[in-house]
């Protein structure tokens, strides 16, 4: 099991560009999250798909984010002008009635 | 200016001694608890976890008590090691989203 894989580990780009986050969830795991890691702010939810679809958005910041898991194995979350606030690690996370299983965070860096 | 973070609650504990980490949690909706590990560069990682129907669950070094009567939560680690230390959270679970605590900081001193 490789467990959940996000892509890049790293990203650092410039104020205004668009940037993408990648995870594939662990295969056969129907529960999706995004969560947020900041000092400020601690872990926040983002967004959360159950078989592809997104049941709860309430937790995106504003339009600048959007999120799609076109198929069982794979998510992306957009950011769409980017913004130094919106720096931070991004952590994806997986789950079949049971525990969330995260990946090791895309750490972003808006400048 | 001074940043201004989230204050975490941290314990420093002797090696081969037990740690005890707690935790209140808010919603007494909430029927399902985890515990969590995070590395520095790593994600959260499972330890235990316990149903709202039990109140003791035992794994290898770790025990986790639950009192619903006043939210709280705890997870004990027995003769800690160096390679615990790490930020612990816990989390709770109504409905089918987690909540997350703020984390306690774990240092073992050798």
């Known amino acids: 099991d490789a467990g959940v894989i996000q892509s890049p580990r790293h990203e650092v780009t410039e104020m205004g560009q668009e940037v993408t986050l990648r995870c594939k969830p662990i295969s056969g795991h129907d529960y999706l999250f995004w969560y947020r890691q900041t000092m400020m702010r601690g872990l926040e939810l983002l967004i959360y798909?159950?078989?592809?679809?997104?049941?709860?958005d309430s937790g995106m910041p504003e339009d600048r984010f959007s999120a799609k898991m076109p198929n069982a194995s794979f998510s992306t979350l957009k950011i769409q002008p980017s913004e130094p606030r919106d720096s931070a690690v991004y952590f994806c996370a997986s789950s079949l009635l049971g525990p969330l299983h995260f990946g090791n965070g895309t750490r972003l860096t808006v400048t | 200016g001074e940043s201004v973070g989230l204050h975490l609650p941290t314990l420093s504990v002797q090696e081969g001694d037990n740690s005890i980490i707690n935790c209140a949690y808010s919603n007494s909706a909430s029927d399902y608890f985890i515990w969590y590990k995070q590395e520095s560069g790593k994600g959260p990682q499972f330890i235990i976890d316990i149903r709202s129907n039990m109140d003791k669950r035992q794994g290898q070094r770790v025990t986790v008590l639950l009192n619903k009567t006043v939210k709280h939560l705890s997870l004990q680690i027995a003769a800690t090691q160096p390679g615990d230390s790490a930020v612990y959270f816990c989390a709770e679970n109504t409905g089918n989203q987690f909540y997350f605590g703020t984390g306690t900081s774990l240092t073992v001193i050798p």
């Open positions: 798909f159950n078989n592809n679809v997104p049941i709860d």
